[in-house]
C-alpha cells in the first residue's frame, strides 16, 4: 500500500493567500487543508495529526498568537506538527516572541512559491537539531514599466512560471470584485477594522501581482486604519478600490 499524504494544515483569512499555497502545492504528494479561522483549525487538528501547521498572525475572532498559545498549553493538540509562521511585519521583537512559543519556522509575507516549498519540503524532513533561517522580506521592485513589474514578481514569487503568475491573477481578479464590494460596505459603516483587515490581506496580495506602488498604498491605508485616522481611511479606501478594479479594466 502507498504510504499516507501528509497532512499540511493552512490557518490564514485571506481567501488570495489560500488559493496561491494550493496552486503552488498541488504537485507536492500532500494532503493540504485551509482554513479561514482559528476555530476551525482546532477542529481539523482535533480530528486527526498533521505535519506541518502553517498559520498567519493577524485574522478576524481569535488570533493567529492565540491559536500558538492553544498549541503550547495543549501538546496533544499540536502532535508532533512542526509550526511555521507565514505573516507580515514580522518584527525583531515579534520573531522573538515566537521562537519561544516554539515556532519552526517564520515566513514574510508575500512568499514566494520557492520559499513556500522549500519550507514544506524541510518541515516534512526528519527532524533536525537546527532551525532554518527566517526568511528575509524581499526588496521593493524598481519602478520600471507595468510588464517589468510582472515579470520580476514572475521570478520572485512564482519561481519563473508566467502560467502560474497568470492563473493566480485571474483568481485575484475574481476575488477583487469582492473585495471592493466589501470595503465599500466598511467604509459605509466607517467599520475601520474591517477596512484593516481587507487592506492587510491586499498588501501582500498586490505585491504578488507585480503593483508594489498599490502594495504600498494598501500599508498605508492599513496604518490608518490602525491608528483610528477615519478621514484619511475613507479616502485612501477610494483611491485604492479605484486602482485596484482598473487593473481588470486596463
Do not use: F, W
Given at each position: 500500500m502507498p504510504a499516507p499524504q501528509a497532512r499540511i494544515l493552512l490557518v490564514d483569512d485571506d481567501p488570495a493567500l489560500r488559493r496561491f499555497a494550493?496552486?503552488?502545492?498541488?504537485?507536492?504528494?500532500?494532503?493540504?487543508?485551509?482554513?479561514?479561522?482559528?476555530?476551525?483549525?482546532?477542529?481539523?487538528?482535533?480530528e486527526g495529526p498533521v505535519q506541518?501547521?502553517?498559520?498567519?498572525?493577524m485574522m478576524p475572532g481569535e488570533s493567529g498568537l492565540g491559536l500558538l498559545q492553544?498549541?503550547?498549553?495543549?501538546?496533544?493538540?499540536?502532535?508532533?506538527?512542526?509550526?511555521?509562521?507565514?505573516?507580515?511585519?514580522?518584527?525583531?521583537a515579534r520573531r522573538e516572541e515566537l521562537v519561544h512559543m516554539d515556532v519552526w519556522c517564520l515566513l514574510d509575507k508575500p512568499?514566494?512559491?520557492?520559499?513556500?516549498?522549500?519550507?514544506?519540503?524541510?518541515?516534512?524532513?526528519?527532524?533536525?537539531p537546527t532551525k532554518p533561517p527566517a526568511t528575509a522580506a524581499p526588496e521593493p521592485l524598481p519602478?520600471?514599466?507595468?510588464?517589468?513589474?510582472?515579470?520580476?514578481?514572475?521570478?520572485e514569487y512564482f519561481a519563473g512560471d508566467g502560467a502560474l503568475y497568470r492563473a493566480y491573477r485571474a483568481t485575484c481578479l475574481t476575488q477583487f470584485v469582492h473585495d471592493v464590494h466589501n470595503g465599500d460596505t466598511a467604509a459605509a459603516a466607517h467599520d475601520l477594522v474591517s477596512l484593516r483587515h481587507l487592506a492587510h490581506n491586499a498588501k501582500s496580495v498586490l505585491r504578488m501581482l507585480g503593483y508594489p506602488a498599490l502594495s504600498t498604498q494598501a500599508h498605508c491605508l492599513e496604518e490608518d486604519c490602525t491608528r483610528g485616522r477615519s478621514a484619511e481611511a475613507?479616502?485612501?479606501w477610494q483611491a485604492l478600490r479605484t486602482a485596484v478594479l482598473a487593473i481588470g479594466n486596463p
Open positions: 494550493q496552486m503552488a502545492l498541488e504537485d507536492m504528494p500532500l494532503d493540504l487543508i485551509t482554513c479561514d479561522r482559528v476555530s476551525t483549525a482546532v477542529q481539523v487538528l482535533q506541518i501547521i502553517v498559520t498567519d498572525l492553544r498549541l503550547k498549553e495543549q501538546p496533544a493538540l499540536r502532535g508532533q506538527a512542526r509550526v511555521v509562521v507565514l505573516s507580515a511585519g514580522l518584527t525583531p512568499v514566494s512559491v520557492v520559499q513556500l516549498m522549500a519550507c514544506i519540503n524541510e518541515g516534512l524532513a526528519p527532524a533536525s519602478a520600471n514599466a507595468a510588464r517589468a513589474h510582472a515579470q520580476a514578481a514572475i521570478e475613507l479616502a485612501g
